[in-house]
């Protein structure tokens, strides 16, 4: 049975309060759209863990979709759990980024691209989540900027995993391997001027100043979406935010 959800004001990804105060009507009713769509295919597919991946690019509120889900769940009266689990948090270290080089390209200049990724960990560690005993997973701190091992529990038999990033409808650097393991698979897309300013915010809040942000943003997050939007086809479904008929706070959906 369905309750009534109260939005919140603020929900926290990766160590960042992101403010919801501004979310429109339709923005509130797509999220309990795409939380109402998951639910029903997780109960079709008939399996007591289930994996569903929001792929797309940066910038397009994966993170924060997620989450939303993940809040929603808490409120109705399901027979399953529901948790979130972010490719973030299988980013190869930055101790080990900052001494390797790939095309003569510092991996650590590039970090986020597919390649400064541990994908057979991640591979493995969903594996091991359908086998249906207890898992800890990793979370991305936004704090220190690397991965903090097992910070994502779960223990509960009937989970539906929801699995946020922008590589995983990739083919290769082992991504190929963690598709194989999605049941189903949405891509979140948006404009490209709003991409640009949620990925430059979320940069800022991170720690960069501005005009560093945008040259990464500019150098490395859109030589990402190039590579990423060419995955789009292999999504089970497309969603995208709707726009409000006012313009959107580029805080909310970063």
Do not use: C
């Not at 057979?120 to 969903?126: C, F, I, S, Y």
């Not at 779960?154 to 650097?173: H, K, M, Q, S, Y």
Request: charged residues 30%.
């Amino acid at each position: 049975m369905k309750s009534a959800f109260e939005f919140p004001r603020s929900v926290t990804v990766t160590d960042q309060e992101i403010d919801l105060s501004h979310l429109s009507a339709e923005e509130k009713a797509f999220a309990l759209q795409v939380a109402d769509d998951a639910f029903l295919h997780y109960e079709r597919f008939q399996k007591p863990r289930a994996i569903f991946g929001i792929a797309g690019p940066s910038g397009a509120g994966k993170s924060l979709l997620a989450a939303l889900v993940k809040e929603i769940a808490r409120t109705r009266s399901l027979s399953f759990f529901v948790e979130t689990v972010s490719v973030d948090g299988f980013h190869l270290p930055n101790e080990y980024l900052v001494v390797e080089e790939r095309d003569g390209v510092n991996l650590r200049a590039v970090k986020g691209r597919y390649d400064t990724y541990d994908t057979q960990l991640l591979a493995g560690e969903l594996a091991r989540f359908r086998e249906g005993g207890a898992v800890r997973f990793p979370a991305y701190s936004r704090k220190i900027h690397d991965p903090v091992p097992g910070a994502v529990a779960i223990a509960e038999p009937n989970t539906l995993l929801i699995l946020e990033g922008l590589w995983l409808l990739f083919e290769d650097a082992g991504w190929k391997f963690v598709r194989d393991e999605l049941d189903h698979t949405y891509f979140l897309d948006d404009e490209l001027d709003r991409l640009r300013r949620h990925t430059i915010l979320r940069h800022v809040r991170g720690g960069r100043d501005e005009k560093d942000a945008a040259r990464f943003y500019d150098k490395s997050d859109m030589e990402n979406y190039r590579l990423v939007m060419r995955t789009k086809k292999f999504a089970d479904q497309f969603l995208s935010w709707p726009t409000a008929p006012e313009k959107r706070k580029t805080d909310a959906l970063s």
